[in-house]
């Protein structure tokens, strides 16, 4: 699947609940199924600390297709992270940094990726795109 | 001791808190972090926008000298308030932060040097720690934290004992924003002017639940902002000893401040206005004026007893609830229930509440180490003001309560 139909397919998941708690608990339930974070990895390197929550994202490449673990401290940011980890995991760098994800607002979580919420997710979104462009360079440089 | 109105006349006084939030009602239970803002105020500023607009204590003109006296009325109000002796004491800054950093900076300058210590409490907002530990690195000094047990209630035994030769300022919260203790500072001030030591007190959350007299309480400084007392932003107020400020240095340079300028030489003026270089803040010094005229014709008493009896039915609500922990249960609080639901992170708790309409805040409240001392990274802090309804804390109680298993 594309970046944008995995974006589509979760706008359309999100667009069955009628209410907040719903669309929370389903974030919950996401979060709940990400799958776990190598503890090795649990270190300030992959780190992003936010005010509120802390978010952990760890990288590899396997022939040319970057992967992302992740985790969060926090419930509901740990599920916006599987969402996250579900659009951008598995792809490759060229992918990654042409994405234009426009899902986090269209189902009502843009105010999470603000500057002043400080939950690690804004700063996790460029985290994201600066290990694919260090992928690239690399790739391109060898 | 009573209101001299209805809850529902109060409230209308704040039209703010008929909004709906998501659809719901708003329930407004972060008040420690910012208040709102009664009609009164917001009239009474802008009417001064509109019909008596001019820089204070410069023109010759009409309107320059009306607003420059009702600037000087502020200060007045602001004195009556919190019962210092004389106007002249009352400086205007642009808030507790400000306040506190011009102590740090002035005093500091004259008076603390390498070597030398400063007392601070465990239970400090970041505005009361962090000036304070700037000023240490500039001259090489050391802070020192004074102790809290469990509950809350600082460790007076350990306070006397951290009191040397080399102390040359003590600086205290009144209420912690945390853990709404409400500490001994008279106490506290006796025991450091026993050994001739100043005294700053931070009453960012204690002015605005009426508990605040400077000369019972006896403090050298005392800092507050205006926006926490129902009035404006940007606005605050250091209230300082006259010997002493008479003795420190400006700690800010520019117009209003001198009174001859040459290129070799420049004498200032003497207090208050040796402390307020530049176009002050008239508008938010009259706002806030009007704000503390406001509580004073609650009734000071009456909306402390409205507010603690709101507190008791938060904090017993929140401890029927099976794993709620509240964090700070002295004896002498007011206003503020923190608490954590189990093992849930504060943000889970709060951003699903604030769905339900509920506005509590979440995090470390500026305030670190008293999470540390917890051994906890943040907590949920519902702060209540006199507006608040009873309904509002059953529908705290109930939020969290749906929270529970939402989040186990």
């Known amino acids: 699947m594309t970046v944008n139909e995995i974006q589509e397919q979760i706008i359309e998941e999100f667009s069955v609940f009628s209410d907040w708690m719903e669309r929370y608990e389903y974030l919950i339930d996401m979060g709940k199924d990400l799958p776990p974070f190598d503890e090795k990895h649990r270190k300030p390197d992959y780190l992003i600390e936010g005010c509120q929550s802390k978010v952990w994202l760890y990288p590899s490449l396997t022939d040319g297709i970057v992967n992302y673990t992740a985790d969060s401290d926090a419930l509901i940011t740990r599920g916006i992270v599987a969402l996250l980890v579900r659009v951008f995991s598995g792809r490759t760098p060229d992918e990654i940094l042409d994405a234009d994800i426009y899902f986090i607002d269209r189902i009502g979580l843009k105010e999470n990726l603000s500057p002043t919420r400080s939950n690690g997710l804004l700063a996790m979104m460029k985290q994201i795109r600066l290990y694919a462009l260090a992928y690239k360079t690399k790739s391109e440089m060898s | ?408």
Not at chain 2, 118 to 123: H, L, R
Not at chain 2, 206 to 223: E, L, N, P, R
Not at chain 2, 298 to 313: C, N, S
């Open chain 2, 1 to 408: 001791m009573k209101l001299p109105k209805s809850i529902e006349e109060i409230r209308s006084d704040f039209p703010i808190l008929s909004s709906k939030v998501y659809g719901k009602p708003l329930v407004y239970l972060d008040n420690g972090a910012t208040t709102q803002k009664p009609v009164h105020v917001l009239s009474v500023m802008e009417e001064l926008y509109r019909s008596a607009n001019a820089n204070v204590h410069r023109g010759v003109h009409y309107l320059s000298d009306m607003v420059s006296d009702r600037y000087e009325g502020a200060r007045e109000t602001v004195r009556s308030f919190i019962n210092a002796p004389k106007k002249e004491e009352i400086i205007f800054t642009a808030g507790t932060t400000a306040s506190v950093n011009a102590v740090a900076f002035s005093f500091g300058e004259k008076y603390v040097h390498e070597g030398d210590e400063i007392v601070i409490s465990g239970m400090e907002h970041h505005a009361n720690i962090v000036p304070w530990q700037m000023l240490c690195e500039r001259k090489g000094a050391r802070l020192k934290v004074i102790p809290f047990s469990d509950e809350g209630v600082l460790d007076l035994e350990a306070f006397s004992r951290l009191l040397t030769e080399r102390t040359r300022i003590v600086a205290v919260t009144h209420v912690s924003n945390v853990l709404g203790t409400v500490n001994p500072v008279k106490e506290i001030v006796a025991e450091a002017h026993r050994h001739g030591i100043p005294v700053l007190v931070d009453g960012a959350q204690a002015v605005q639940h009426g508990i605040v007299d400077v000369t019972d309480i006896g403090c050298d400084f005392y800092v507050f902002s205006g926006h926490k007392v129902y009035g404006p932003n940007g606005i605050g107020v250091l209230y300082g000893r006259e010997s002493l400020l008479d003795e420190m240095p400006p700690y800010q340079g520019g117009g209003d401040m001198v009174a001859n300028v040459t290129f070799e030489k420049t004498t200032y003026q003497g207090l208050p206005f040796k402390f307020e270089a530049g176009t002050t803040n008239f508008t938010g010094a009259i706002g806030m004026a009007a704000a503390l005229d406001y509580l004073t014709a609650l009734g000071r008493e009456a909306v402390a007893a409205r507010e603690q009896m709101l507190l008791v039915k938060a904090t017993e609500g929140l401890t029927s609830l099976d794993s709620v922990r509240i964090y700070g249960t002295a004896p002498n609080k007011v206003s503020v229930a923190s608490f954590l639901i189990g093992e849930t992170h504060p943000y889970d708790a709060g951003m699903i509440l604030d769905k339900m309409g509920i506005a509590v805040r979440t995090g470390t409240h500026c305030a670190q180490p008293v999470m540390k001392r917890y051994g906890i990274s943040g907590n949920i802090r519902a702060s209540i003001a006199f507006y608040n309804t009873g309904e509002e804390i059953d529908a705290l109680i109930s939020g969290v309560r749906k929270v529970i298993p939402m989040l186990a």
